[in-house]
């Protein structure tokens, strides 16, 4: 499928007539505006029919699923992988600021009435700000090249206390957990009887501490994520004398993030494009069960565009948000007190991280670079096409962008 653009910048019907683009690009009638996917704009007017063309956004808090489609055929399809390390990057951030702050600098009276969220209302926390902004813009990015029509999306909308309590009702809602428990300590401690959950009292130190399951900076709080140990086997735990066989509670920050997000992106899209409206998870699954389609992002949001019997395209566009910068300049650890710089240099014999580059008829992606011009490549999901290779023996094919695409066989 090759996606035409006019001369003015304006999406029109795809074409598959691969001859037809060779020719009109040999003769400079058209240009290459972009390569995965395959892009060319028209050189000479033309005109604008276009058919009435569906787009179903399967929103999710760790992977999206687009598909475009008419009433007969689909004509682009992709699941993307959003970002999961902005928490835990904000959190190291906040550790060298406290750090850099205790040194022997001036010291700068804290602010509070100088914060974003006082500040800006509506604000949304960094992570959950960068999956929205990653929706509007993958759906930005289906417009450029498409003529679209018609935009829906699903969005979902999660009953976390019945999910844990399926009972609920009236009041209750009002009555959490911790109900009457001074802090999430004392809780935790009552939940778990008093009493250490590893040794279960034999070791009979009666210093009781709250252990965090996962780490504080990414796990959180919660007390999901909290569980009672006595100090003695606490101590022996992070001296690495023990290991626990405990597993945190459910965790719903992905649900907590679909119920943030779906009236934020859905009202933006409302504000940016006509014709959209929305749908549910309950529909979706409805109409692919009842299709007997199989259980993928891309095939969900062929059926959220209206279309599940549309024939498929055959090809799905594999994409992924990547990093751009990393701004640490030095190691967070120096050794014997020499600072060392934390900056790779932006270009090695060449090439950058995650460029796209070809080798032995493969395309795949620079995940790893040595000074000595041996790279570690490989395809988006992490796949190795060779953990050392040299540099000569790759072509550069794009550069890197904070999304990276791939196009793969359905």
């Known amino acids: ?64 699923g687009l598909s475009a489609t008419t009433e007969t055929e689909e004509l682009y399809a992709s699941e ?33 009435s100088n914060r974003v969220s006082s500040k800006n209302k509506g604000w949304f926390a960094p992570s959950i700000e960068h999956k929205v902004n990653s929706h509007l813009k993958l759906v930005a990015d289906v417009y ?55 040794c279960k009292g034999k070791s009979k130190d009666k210093i009781l501490q709250t252990h965090h399951l996962e780490s504080r900076k990414v796990g959180g709080d919660a007390p ?21 066989n405990l597993k945190r509670g459910a965790s719903f920050r992905d649900a907590a993030f ?20 929305m749908t549910y998870g309950y529909i979706t699954k409805y109409v692919r069960i009842n299709n007997g389609l199989e259980k993928t992002h891309a095939v969900d949001a062929r059926c959220i565009s209206g279309h599940p019997l549309a024939e498929p395209l055959g090809v799905i566009y594999n994409q992924k948000f990547v990093r751009c910068n990393n701004r640490s300049l030095h190691k967070a650890n120096p050794k014997k007190g020499v600072r060392k710089n934390n900056q790779a240099p932006r270009y090695v014999q060449g ?13 795949c992606f620079v995940f790893g670079r040595r000074s000595s011009g041996y790279f570690d490549i490989r395809l988006l999901d992490g796949t ?27």
Request: net charge positive.
């Open 1 to 64: 499928m090759v996606y035409v653009i006019s001369r003015e910048g304006q999406p029109l019907m795809p074409t598959t007539r691969h001859g037809k683009v060779k020719h009109l690009l040999r003769e400079g009638k058209a240009k290459v505006v972009k390569r995965c996917p395959f892009t060319i704009q028209l050189m000479y007017e033309s005109t604008t029919h276009a058919q009435p063309i569906a787009l179903g956004v399967d929103a999710g808090s760790k992977t999206v």
């Open 80 to 112: 993307t992988k959003l970002r999961t390390d902005i928490v835990e990057l904000l959190a190291i951030k906040r550790q060298y600021r406290r750090s850099r702050r205790n040194r022997k600098t001036r010291y700068r009276k804290p602010r509070f």
């Open 144 to 198: 450029k090249i498409l003529p679209i029509t018609k935009l829906v999306i699903e969005v979902a909308s999660f009953d976390i206390q019945k999910i844990k309590n399926l009972g609920i009702s009236g009041t209750e809602y009002q009555q959490g957990e911790k109900l009457d428990a001074w802090n999430v300590r004392e809780y935790v401690l009552w939940r778990d009887g008093h009493t250490c959950q590893h």
């Open 224 to 244: 999901s994520n909290l569980v009672t140990l006595c100090k003695t086997c606490h101590d022996a735990y992070h001296a690495g004398k023990l290991q626990l």
């Open 258 to 277: 679909m119920g943030i997000m779906r009236w934020a992106f859905y009202n933006k899209l409302k504000e940016m494009y006509p014709n959209v409206s």
């Open 351 to 363: 090439f950058q991280l995650f460029d796209k580059v070809k080798f032995e008829d493969k395309e």
């Open 384 to 410: 190795s096409v060779h953990k050392s290779v040299g540099c000569k023996k790759l072509r550069l094919l794009e550069q890197r962008s904070s999304l990276l695409t791939e196009r793969r066989q359905a």
